[in-house]
């Protein structure tokens, strides 16, 4: 929809106008959060299906979190402004699958370690696919085996 301005706005709230439209530069976000949802998507449909490890995905991952954090705090803000309950149910919504997907990728990334931990500790090249924290958290899968004898 065409303002008098000649920029291009969408139904919903806007920070620079009185009307409830939103403006491109509103929705300049808003489509890169949809593509970092179709990448963690991906990412995680690639993890569930691969055999082995794959690589992590760090800056797909921070940019996630990031855009979750901003989501909750534009939910916050649309709450307070009394938003329509409709609306605010959809960006809820969709706070709640962006979270799945992170938690799913990372939880699926969790359980590939532990079954095969000693297999990815002397593979170096499944090794350097393990971010920082990963690897820290196989060392202690790893060093519980030794432990118990699993």
Same mark, same amino acid.
């Given at each position: 929809?065409?303002?008098?301005?000649?920029?291009?706005?969408?139904?919903?709230?806007? @920070?620079?106008?009185?009307?409830?439209?939103?403006?491109?530069? &509103?929705?300049?976000?808003?489509?890169?959060?949809?593509?970092?949802?179709?990448? +963690?998507? *991906?990412?995680?449909? @690639?993890?569930?299906?691969?055999?082995?490890?794959?690589?992590?995905?760090?800056?797909?991952?921070? *940019?996630?979190?990031?855009?979750?954090?901003?989501?909750?705090?534009?939910?916050?803000?649309?709450?307070?402004?009394?938003?329509?309950?409709?609306?605010?149910?959809?960006?809820?919504? &969709?706070? &709640?699958?962006?979270?799945?997907?992170?938690?799913?990728?990372?939880?699926?990334?969790?359980?590939?370690?532990?079954?095969?931990?000693?297999?990815?500790?002397?593979?170096?090249?499944?090794?350097?696919? +393990?971010?920082?924290?990963?690897?820290?958290?196989?060392?202690?899968? @790893?060093?519980?085996?030794? *432990?118990? @004898? +699993?």
């Amino acid at each position: 929809m065409e303002n008098g301005e000649g920029t291009t706005s969408y139904p919903g709230p806007s @920070n620079n106008s009185s009307q409830a439209f939103w403006t491109q530069e &509103d929705t300049a976000d808003v489509s890169g959060a949809a593509t970092d949802v179709e990448l +963690l998507k *991906r990412a995680w449909r @690639n993890e569930k299906a691969a055999p082995e490890i794959l690589t992590f995905q760090n800056d797909l991952v921070q *940019r996630s979190r990031e855009q979750i954090q901003l989501l909750e705090e534009a939910i916050e803000a649309f709450a307070e402004s009394g938003t329509d309950d409709l609306m605010l149910s959809l960006y809820r919504m &969709d706070l &709640d699958r962006t979270l799945f997907l992170l938690r799913s990728y990372l939880r699926t990334r969790l359980q590939k370690i532990e079954k095969y931990v000693i297999y990815i500790s002397i593979t170096e090249e499944l090794w350097n696919r +393990l971010s920082k924290p990963e690897q820290k958290f196989a060392e202690k899968v @790893n060093s519980n085996c030794y *432990r118990y @004898n +699993l």
